[in-house]
């Protein structure tokens, strides 16, 4: 793993997850059900939860939402999911937190957006509603400041403060000033009223990979607060994984961020996973934590006009990640392990050696054969047309033989 300097913040305990302080940085994740529809919820939660998401977010948006969520709560129990879950306030939290005890109590953590809670003079008394149920219900608090529902208030007095100067700063850069400002007068308030530093997170997203670097390299220039990183809005497909990719890694290189989200735009039907999954592998890419073996394999050229190894590559993936569920609490540390399917006989057997357990299997013209490497010592050549299941069955025998707890 890593051994970058990591900025020490100030851990907080969401449900039985540890997020700063030097703990391992946490993935999170948030439903697209109607909260309202316990079981389509609870259904989505157990998901994202058995893909590896850490932390969950559910919308609580309406009363129906608020009602739904201590029966949410209790099925999870039930079933034997224990993730921690986090309510997303807007507009109303007050109101809902108030009427709604049960929904106060089940929840790990609340959401708030300072942008969000208020309009003019009900901004204060609400911000300071929600802070009080947190206290009293012994709840931390991530204050989650997003560059489109930025709090006019502290914006307008920062353009005033600006137009003061001689040499009056961009909109852009009064804005970002905003949105870091935002969070902190937030947090401090927060304290003020009697909620812990240990209770806060905070959280300052926009859309922009430049300018979400900038403003988090402030905010973590300025407090020790606990930092939840993530892209708002990142979009879909690629474009939304290469911004996010790019943005967090720069900022967790620097050691700023306790927890991520990545905020994929879905395609139509596909699972919500995807954004965990996409989590956990930046951070094991960039080696700060490791959550499935990682395979490696070569792109292809001209020497692998066949399409096989493409697909022996996908399926061990595939095969690994989906195994990982049971193999997590089985084969202590085999989420470190390091798998090379390669393509053909130029990097192959120098992959394959290198990696935990790897296989070179024949380019166009090559002899129809398949070395397997074992901790860099050739143990079998597999040939003929079984080779992807006799494969297959030798990661599974390895994997038994060192990282079974007899190992």
């Excluded at 931390?140 to 007095?157: E, F, K």
């Excluded at 990183?229 to 979009?235: K, R, S």
Aim: charged share 20%.
């Amino acid at each position: 793993m890593s051994t970058r300097l990591r900025k020490i913040t100030q851990q907080v305990l969401v449900g039985n997850v540890k997020v700063g302080g030097g703990a391992p940085i946490v993935v999170q994740s948030m439903t697209n059900t109607d909260t309202a529809n316990v079981n389509a919820t609870v259904k989505q939660i157990i998901e994202l939860a058995t893909a590896g998401s850490e932390l969950v977010r559910i919308t609580v948006n309406s009363e129906e939402a608020a009602q739904a969520v201590s029966s949410i709560k209790a099925q999870l129990i039930a079933q034997h999911c224990s993730v921690p879950i986090v309510g997303d306030f807007h507009f109303n939290g007050h109101k809902l937190l108030e009427k709604y005890p049960d929904c106060a109590a089940a929840l790990d953590k609340y959401r708030i957006n300072p942008g969000n809670v208020g309009r003019g003079k009900a901004r204060d008394p609400q911000f300071q509603q929600m802070i009080e149920f947190a206290c009293q219900y012994n709840k931390p608090v991530r204050i989650g400041v997003n560059g489109g529902s930025l709090d006019q208030a502290v914006l307008t007095r920062l353009l005033d403060e600006n137009r003061q100067l001689t040499q009056p700063e961009p909109l852009a850069a009064v804005a970002r000033k905003a949105i870091v400002l935002s969070a902190l007068e937030s947090a401090a308030k927060a304290e003020e009223i009697g909620l812990g530093k240990d209770k806060i997170i905070l959280s300052c997203k926009i859309s922009n990979v430049q300018e979400l670097i900038s403003i988090y390299e402030d905010l973590a220039s300025r407090c020790d607060y606990a930092l939840h990183l993530g892209l708002t809005e990142a979009g879909m497909g690629s474009k939304g994984i290469v911004s996010s990719a790019a943005a967090l890694s720069v900022l967790m290189q620097q050691g700023i961020g306790d927890t991520i989200r990545i905020s994929l735009t879905p395609e139509p039907g596909a699972s919500r996973t995807q954004e965990v999954i996409v989590g956990q592998e930046i951070l094991q890419t960039m080696g700060f934590r490791a959550f499935t073996p990682m395979v490696i394999s070569c792109p292809g050229c001209g020497r692998t006009t066949s399409d096989y190894f493409q697909k022996l590559a996908l399926n061990i993936q595939t095969y690994l990640r989906d195994q990982m569920p049971i193999w997590r609490t089985k084969y202590a540390g085999v989420e470190s392990m390091e798998v090379a399917v390669m393509g053909c006989v130029v990097n192959g057997p120098g992959e394959s050696k290198n990696a935990n357990i790897g296989i070179s299997l024949p380019g166009t013209g090559e002899s129809p054969v398949a070395p397997v490497y074992e901790d860099g010592e050739k143990t079998v050549t597999l040939k003929g047309d079984h080779i992807a299941e006799e494969f297959q069955a030798i990661v599974e025998r390895y994997i038994e033989s060192h990282y079974g707890k007899a190992a």
